[in-house]
């Protein structure tokens, strides 16, 4: 194949570019559902851990 | 109410949404991904060398589709953010602002391949041709919009100053296509053409379509998947995206 370099380079950069358009969204997908999680926990939390009526708070 | 409205006004609904995008995504990228790997069989493979060009018009294969779909993307940008500041349908500045990064994805390709092939054809890696240029004006003009829509905290009004942008924007895309015509060019003209004849071989046709209709069902995968992001960060703290990230735990 004539000019092969020049052939792979131009589809090396055509892959590359789709795999990061394909990674990004799910990467900031799993990111977000991540966040969701972690604060449905920490409320969680918050609400176990609150005095309940008749309680002295510590 | 007429399936086809009452779908439509479903749709706007974020968790519908979400579900929707979630579920088409992959098949959309799937697709498209098996499209373009026939497409790219047949023009590093099957497609005959060009009795001037060599083999390095293979690189058009990936240069072609991917400038199209650079213009294509930033006028369907400019009607969904059109939409969006007219009736200011969320879903809408939601699509608008995830074509931005798909666009300018494709634009770099564009400028890259054909930097690439210029090297050994035009004896350089750049030239500032008007074909060129503007399409490195609409590259910065993808990046100025991604940068205006994270740099304003409410994402409503980001998205609303943003697409202004890509409104007025759109101007450049006939000066994009038709620079070719107007001034002297480096760049050659028209080659290949959906409605009239071609001046491309038809034995070098298959794998261009192939590789056209692949990077638009690519398209739609990256739009929906890129929406659905944005769409959970903007509900991020509702109960349903709460409930989305414990089922996925």
Known sequence: ???????????????????????????????LL???RLLAARRAAASS?????????? | MNPVVRW??????????????????????????????WGIWQGLFVAPADYQQGDSFRILYVHVPS??????????????????????????????????PIGAGF??????????????????????DPRLTTELVLLFLYLGIIGLYHAIDDR???ARAAGLLAVVGVVLLPVIRYSVDWWNS?????????LGESKMDPSMLPALWAMVIGTHLWFAGSLLARARADNLWRESGKDWVRRLGEARQ
């Open chain 1, 1 to 31: 194949m004539s000019y092969q370099n020049y052939v792979i380079a131009a589809y090396l950069v055509f892959a590359a570019v789709l795999l990061w358009d394909y990674v990004a969204p799910r990467i900031r997908i799993r990111q």
């Open chain 1, 34 to 36: 991540r966040g969701a």
């Open chain 1, 49 to 58: 851990s609150e005095p309940r009526a008749g309680q002295l708070p510590r």
């Open chain 2, 8 to 37: 439509f006004h479903q749709l706007g609904s974020p968790p519908y949404f979400d579900r929707f995008a979630a579920r088409w995504a992959p098949w959309a990228y799937g697709t498209g991904l098996l499209v373009m790997a």
């Open chain 2, 67 to 100: 400038a199209w779909m650079s213009l294509a993307v930033f006028g369907l940008m400019a009607v969904y953010a059109a939409i969006a500041l007219v009736w200011r349908i969320k879903l809408c500045e939601i699509l608008a602002m995830a074509c931005a």
């Open chain 2, 107 to 128: 634009t770099l390709i564009t400028l890259a391949t054909g930097s690439i092939w210029g090297k050994p054809m035009w004896g350089t890696w750049w030239d500032w």
């Open chain 2, 156 to 158: 409503r009004a980001a």
């Open chain 2, 186 to 194: 480096l760049h050659q003209g028209q080659t290949i053409s959906l």
